[in-house]
């Protein structure tokens, strides 16, 4: 469960820090700790519980649950696209041709990916990582970088079939576990591929043959960018997803950019009372400040909200980047995806 806590150290570690700051490291030992804590608060109360349960029956009381309650693994899901133009994948940002509903059922977040040539959504949980991607092309694939660790020696590729498609499959070791990556073709000019950890080759292709190519899912985010300069247009939208019953919503961003090989990342993060420090800055009707030399930042009620102008992006002057923070629009409520446009 991913706390107001997790989410205020987060944005505050990338407002102090001027980088790119990934929450998933900070929230995952939380958990961590928290599981160890609730585990350890079970064994003190089963005791005390077991002698209460005599006279607790006898007036019809009922023993509450030591633990929280963990929010659906729905909260991890994108709104259902009635698109489903194979054509457009990895060139519509708005749109992932896939779902993985049957994968991310005891994840604990999922960061989703759509455009600039693929698409792809990973997921963590209690249980391990995974990431489904999905390009036109081979090298589209070849292009994403990987983000599982593993010792670096990939051994040799084996011939394989995932839902009656050929493919290949191959695994590079990660300590006591192997990192198995399986590619195929789930339809004539589409390339799928499933890197997640797994004993055997079997295991791994059985994972792949969950994923499905039958239905689709919007990329949103809670906000929009109503200024943009000459020329530009949505490149790419990320958004990561996590089972809290407060808010699904960790970070979400949208790239911006155009013909001239110019872009930009903007990035909102949930960030409750942040308030940004001498901004000075004039961001439509917003005030910004500068996070360095090459990031603009603001507050805007619930989020906290960066511009990248490098590293994450590139080009675009600080009068752009002002502009385009001035069209920022906050939409919909944090907890339901489905009210994201």
């Not at 599981?35 to 005791?47: D, E, F, N, P, V």
């Not at 493919?167 to 591929?193: E, H, I, M, N, Y």
């Not at 155009?258 to 001498?278: E, H, I, K, N, Y």
């Not at 090459?294 to 511009?307: I, K």
Request: with cysteine; aromatic share 6%.
């Amino acid at each position: 469960m991913v706390s107001d806590l997790d989410r205020r150290l987060a944005a505050t570690l990338a407002h102090r820090a001027g980088g790119d700051i990934d929450p998933t490291p900070i929230v995952e030992h939380a958990r961590q700790n928290g599981r160890r804590l609730r585990r350890r608060r079970r064994g003190l109360l089963a005791a005390s519980a077991a002698a209460a349960c005599v006279a607790l029956a006898a007036v019809g009381l009922t023993i509450p649950s030591a633990d929280d309650p963990i929010p659906p693994a729905t909260t991890l899901l994108l709104p259902e696209a009635t698109v489903q133009n194979g054509l457009a994948v990895g060139a519509d940002p708005t749109t992932v041709h896939f779902s993985a509903d049957a994968l991310v059922g005891g994840a604990e977040y999922a960061t989703w990916r759509a455009g600039r040539g693929s698409e792809s959504v990973e997921f963590r949980g209690p249980d391990g990582a995974a990431r489904v991607a999905l390009a036109r092309n081979v090298a589209a694939l070849d292009a994403l970088p990987q983000t599982l660790s593993s010792s670096g020696r990939p051994q040799p590729q084996i011939d394989v079939r995932v839902g009656g498609r050929p493919g290949v499959a191959w695994f590079d070791p990660s300590g006591d576990q192997k990192l198995w990556f399986v590619r195929w073709q789930p339809t004539d000019g589409l390339w799928a591929q499933l890197d997640t950890y797994a004993p055997t080759s079997d295991e791994a292709i059985a994972t792949a043959g969950r994923v499905r190519f039958d239905g689709a899912r919007r990329c949103v985010v809670p906000f929009r960018l109503e200024s943009l300069p000459a020329g530009a247009r949505l490149l790419e939208c990320s958004v990561t997803l996590g089972r809290s019953e407060k808010a699904a919503f960790v970070e979400g961003s949208l790239v911006v950019g155009d013909d001239a090989g110019r872009w930009l990342t903007v990035r909102a993060q949930p960030a409750p009372g942040q308030q940004v420090r001498s901004a000075d800055l004039v961001a439509g009707s917003y005030r910004a400040r500068r996070q360095g030399s090459d990031v603009l930042e603001m507050t805007v009620e619930p989020c906290f909200v960066e511009a990248f102008r490098k590293g994450w992006g590139n080009g675009y002057t600080e009068a752009d980047g002002l502009a385009i923070l001035g069209g920022y629009r906050p939409t919909g409520d944090l907890a339901r995806p489905d009210t994201w446009r």
